[in-house]
C-alpha cells in the first residue's frame, strides 16, 4: 500500500525528472520553461485529487496497534 509520504516523494521526483529533461533538451526561452513548470505541476494536482488511498483492512489495523 503506497502512504501519503510515497505519494508525495513520487510527485516531487516526477517534477525533478521534469526539471532535469528540460535542462538536458537545452530549454531556454521563458514559454518554453512555462510549459516545462505545467507539465511537472499539473499532472501531479490531478493525481492527488483523483488517487484516494484506500482504507486499512483489520489485519493491517492489528499489525499497526500491536507496534
Do not use: C, D, H
Not at 2 to 8: C, F, G, H, L, Y
Not at 17 to 34: C, E, K, P, R, Y
Amino acid at each position: 500500500m503506497i502512504s501519503e509520504s510515497n505519494k508525495t516523494q513520487l510527485y516531487i521526483g516526477w517534477g525533478f525528472v521534469m526539471l532535469v529533461a528540460a535542462l538536458l533538451l537545452g530549454v531556454s526561452s521563458l514559454t518554453t520553461w512555462l510549459v516545462v513548470a505545467s507539465v511537472a505541476i499539473v499532472p501531479p494536482l490531478v493525481a492527488r485529487r483523483f488517487w484516494v488511498v484506500p482504507e486499512l483492512t483489520t489485519s493491517e489495523r492489528i499489525r499497526n496497534a500491536r507496534r
